[in-house]
């Protein structure tokens, strides 16, 4: 996009949107994380009805938040969304099925031991949500 010419901006005393408005299209640190259910894992999906209904309702706020005013990573931090890294063992294993190596997942706390599971594309500003659980996933369980 070239700059207008002065002569150009201002006709009938009237400012071209062009000019005036800005253009986020340019400006993606502007742009809040987009929510994505594409690797969403329906097996351990618990938010149809094992979630209790203040955390349902928690978690809908929360996701409002998440696409609303979390433009990049300091921002879930600073909105009260948990970063806590998730590690590749014990139960917490079912949530990296199907993912990357690399992906790095982290939990969010709802209450109690609801958590929502997800990864993020910071590039992109996409916020995957792999899991809404209420149960507890064991890290140390031992088998015998």
Same mark, same amino acid.
Do not use: W
């Given at each position: 996009?070239?700059?207008?010419?002065?002569?150009?901006? *201002?006709?009938?005393? !009237?400012?071209?949107?062009?000019?005036? =408005?800005?253009?986020?299209?340019?400006?993606? =640190?502007? +742009?809040?994380?987009?929510?994505?259910?594409?690797?969403?894992?329906?097996?351990? #999906?618990?938010?149809?009805?094992?979630?209790?209904?203040? #955390?349902? +309702?928690?978690?809908?706020?929360?996701?409002?938040?998440?696409?609303?005013? !979390?433009?990049?990573?300091?921002?879930?931090?600073?909105?009260?969304?948990?970063?806590?890294?998730?590690?590749?063992?014990?139960?917490?294993?079912?949530?990296?099925?199907?993912?990357? =190596?690399?992906?790095?997942?982290? *939990?969010?706390?709802?209450?109690?031991?609801?958590? !929502?599971?997800?990864?993020?594309?910071?590039?992109?500003?996409?916020?995957?949500?792999?899991?809404?659980?209420?149960?507890?996933? *064991?890290?140390?369980?031992?088998?015998?």
């Amino acid at each position: 996009m070239s700059i207008p010419e002065i002569k150009d901006i *201002e006709k009938d005393g !009237i400012i071209p949107l062009e000019v005036s =408005e800005p253009k986020t299209e340019d400006e993606p =640190e502007i +742009k809040p994380f987009l929510i994505s259910y594409l690797k969403y894992n329906n097996k351990l #999906c618990e938010i149809d009805g094992s979630l209790i209904r203040n #955390c349902q +309702k928690k978690a809908l706020l929360d996701l409002k938040k998440i696409g609303k005013n !979390i433009m990049d990573f300091d921002d879930f931090g600073n909105n009260g969304i948990d970063t806590i890294p998730v590690e590749y063992r014990g139960e917490y294993k079912k949530l990296f099925s199907g993912l990357h =190596e690399d992906v790095q997942i982290f *939990e969010h706390k709802l209450q109690s031991t609801a958590r !929502i599971f997800y990864f993020l594309n910071e590039i992109s500003r996409i916020f995957y949500i792999i899991a809404i659980t209420q149960a507890h996933f *064991e890290t140390d369980k031992t088998r015998r």
